[in-house]
């Protein structure tokens, strides 16, 4: 998968409070990287397609999985910037990927999650609104749709 392939991203810079006493970004705070991406991700399309039934009414999504692998690590100041992207959507869950890049365009961390659609009355997986696939490959182009 090339840079390219990523239609979203968001930019950061590393801060104090991510820093362990080693000087280098603690392990965990990838995962608040992925997830400010993911939120900026589904915000974009939710506003960009008018998206009604998602994440609205009984809708809510919850993460099922979760991974990174830390290839080089971050130091307090440095700029990074997030790539994510939906890969593929099944019918009641989709999968996230997630590339972090350095201010020198190296690559820092790779990872994914993986969400699933609940419906909040009776906590059971609930079948992705069609509004949200047409959404999705319309944003990517290309995502894998499985069944």
Do not use: W
Not at 14 to 20: G, S, T
Not at 74 to 93: A, E, G, H, P, W
Not at 97 to 103: M, P, R
Request: some cysteine; glycine content about 4%; aromatic content about 14%.
């Amino acid at each position: 998968m090339e840079i390219n392939d990523f239609k979203h991203s968001i930019l950061a810079e590393v801060k104090f409070r991510e820093v362990d006493l080693m000087g280098v970004v603690n392990n965990a705070v990838y995962f608040s990287y992925f997830e400010d991406a993911r939120i900026d991700y589904l915000d974009a399309i939710k506003k960009k397609y008018n998206l009604k039934e998602f994440l609205e009414g009984d809708n809510f999504v919850i993460m099922a999985r979760n991974e990174c692998d830390y290839v080089k690590p971050l130091f307090m100041k440095d700029k990074i910037t997030v790539y994510t992207k939906i890969n593929y959507i099944k019918n009641s869950s989709f999968g996230f990927t997630h590339v972090i890049l350095n201010q020198n365009s190296e690559l820092v961390a790779k990872g994914g999650g993986v969400f699933v659609n609940i419906d909040k009355n009776t906590m059971k997986s609930k079948t992705l609104p069609d509004e949200f696939y047409k959404a999705v490959v319309a944003f990517e182009k290309e995502v894998n749709i499985l069944e």
